[in-house]
T-cell receptor, first 115, second 113 residues
């Protein structure tokens, strides 16, 4: 148990559906992240939130929409996805995005399949 | 653009062997390097973090070294056990502005009993 909880663990959705992934951290951290891990690519950073403000958006298509209502919760809203978006989506948190030397804690991930 | 590679992509060893996993990065101007473990279908667990000014870090049977000038890091696992079977990823942090890791593709390790 890393203190970062993701739900759902598995999600199957059609290309016209709207769904959301949820992440909650119980570590008192100020920074939260979404990463994508697909079969043929290394882990890719998607979004970074620091103190509830988005500080990085790594050229992610607009069909992925993050939301960070507070420093403990992070959502990834999904809309009109493509089959190539099927992947493991990992949420992570760290004490502070701009602090040096801190490690990062990952959740167990949400497996997304787009049909 | 920083690129991280890991060799080998997969490794299978008998229990008890000592083994070395390799990580290479193209831009030596890193802030730190971290080794992670990922069990199938699970998230990542941090194993060792090496700051750019350090040469190595040790935790139990694990030892990670860093040669920043040559763009290389190794993860040494002593006396491997079946419970060590997992994918091992290295990641370099680009700078001191945030947790912006660039990950390698990982080495999938199987330790056979």
């Amino acid at each position: 148990e890393t203190g970062v909880t993701q739900t759902p663990r598995h999600l199957v959705m059609g290309m016209t559906n709207k769904k959301s992934l949820k992440c909650e951290q119980h570590l008192g951290h100020n920074a939260m992240y979404w990463y994508k891990q697909s079969a043929k690519k290394p882990l890719e950073l998607m979004f970074v939130y620091s103190l509830e403000e988005r500080v990085e958006n790594n050229s992610v298509p607009s069909r992925f929409s993050p939301e960070c209502p507070n420093s403990s919760h992070l959502f990834l809203h999904l809309h009109t996805l493509q089959p190539e978006d099927s992947a493991l989506y990992l949420c992570a948190s760290s004490p502070g995005h701009f602090l040096s030397g801190n490690t990062i804690y990952f959740g167990e991930g949400s497996w997304l399949t787009v049909v | 653009k920083q690129e991280v590679t890991q060799i080998p992509a997969a490794l299978s060893v008998p229990e008890g062997e000592n083994l070395v996993l390799n990580c290479s990065f193209t831009d030596s101007a890193i802030y730190n390097l971290q080794w992670f473990r990922q069990d199938p279908g699970k998230g990542l667990t941090s194993l060792l973090l090496i700051q750019s000014s350090q040469r190595e870090q040790t935790s139990g049977r694990l030892n990670a070294s860093l040669d920043k000038s040559s763009g290389r890091s190794t993860l040494y696992i002593a006396a491997s056990q079946p419970g060590d079977s997992a994918t091992y990823l290295c990641a370099v942090r680009r700078d001191n502005y945030g947790q912006n890791f660039v990950f390698g593709p990982g080495t999938r390790l199987s330790v056979l009993p």
